[in-house]
């Protein structure tokens, strides 16, 4: 099946510091996925940070971005200078219209990132 | 701005106890979704709806029904409450096509004795 597999949390940077969270992914039955990367602060939900729908292709959002690389089959979020308020929990997920367009999306495991000011 | 609120928050519930999760969405989407979220695990995927009337078996159903009574609401339903569901659950609603976002609500934590 499809799977999703990002860096190991937590994650402690400085404020200042650059920061990369690594992801890559298995589409196995998905011939063009979607990439996405959610974001959820303290008390809140899951929120869309960025999203890729084709290869090659760079999204960008909040001083954030990642690159959609097919051939490494990887989706790494990075930031030059993280902000203590960029702490959170980061989700690489993967998406396809699936039989019936439910949308499906597969997750990473999160990544909790803390940001030291 | 898109609006997802679940209920309760919280819920402690003991063992073989019938559990209800609410989830409420303003987005008038067709499609909404019950996730639970398991340290070390992503978000996995419980039931779906297309719409009103609608549920479908994502990939982990066992042990959970799902009831879509209107577009706005969506519900998860524990009939027989177990510790392994002790977990943190997400709602979320959202629409067809290549450019789809889930809109995901703020989490109900669930705690099973």
């Not at chain 1, 799977?3 to 404020?15: A, K, L, N, R």
């Not at chain 1, 690594?22 to 979607?34: E, F, L, V």
């Not at chain 1, 960025?50 to 959002?61: E, F, P, R």
Request: charge should be negative; charged fraction near 15%; include cysteine.
């Amino acid at each position: 099946g499809d799977s999703v597999t990002q860096t190991e949390g937590p994650v402690t940077v400085s404020e200042s510091e650059s920061l990369i969270i690594n992801c890559t992914y298995s589409a196995t039955s998905i011939a063009y996925p979607n990439l996405f990367w959610y974001v959820r602060y303290p008390g809140e939900g899951l929120q869309l940070l960025l999203k890729v729908i084709t290869a090659g292709q760079k999204g960008s959002s909040r001083g954030f971005e990642a690159t959609y690389n097919k051939e490494t089959t990887s989706f790494h979020l990075q930031k030059a200078s993280v902000q203590e308020s960029d702490s959170a929990v980061y989700y690489c997920a993967l998406g396809e219209m699936a039989t019936g367009g439910n949308n499906k999306l597969t997750f990473g495991q999160g990544t909790v990132l803390s940001v030291i000011p | 701005e898109a609006a997802v609120t679940q209920s309760p928050r919280n819920k402690v519930a003991v063992t073989g106890g019938k559990v209800t999760l609410s989830c409420n969405q303003t987005n008038n989407h067709n499609n909404m979704y019950w996730y639970r979220q398991d340290t070390g695990h992503g978000l996995r995927l419980i039931h779906y709806s297309y719409g009103a009337g609608s549920t479908e078996k994502g990939d982990i159903p066992d042990g959970y029904k799902a009831s879509r009574p209107s577009q706005e609401n969506f519900s998860l339903i524990l009939e027989l409450a177990t510790p392994s569901q002790t977990s943190v659950y997400f709602c979320a609603s959202g629409e067809l096509g290549p450019l789809y976002e889930q809109y995901f609500g703020p989490g109900t934590r669930l705690t099973v004795l």
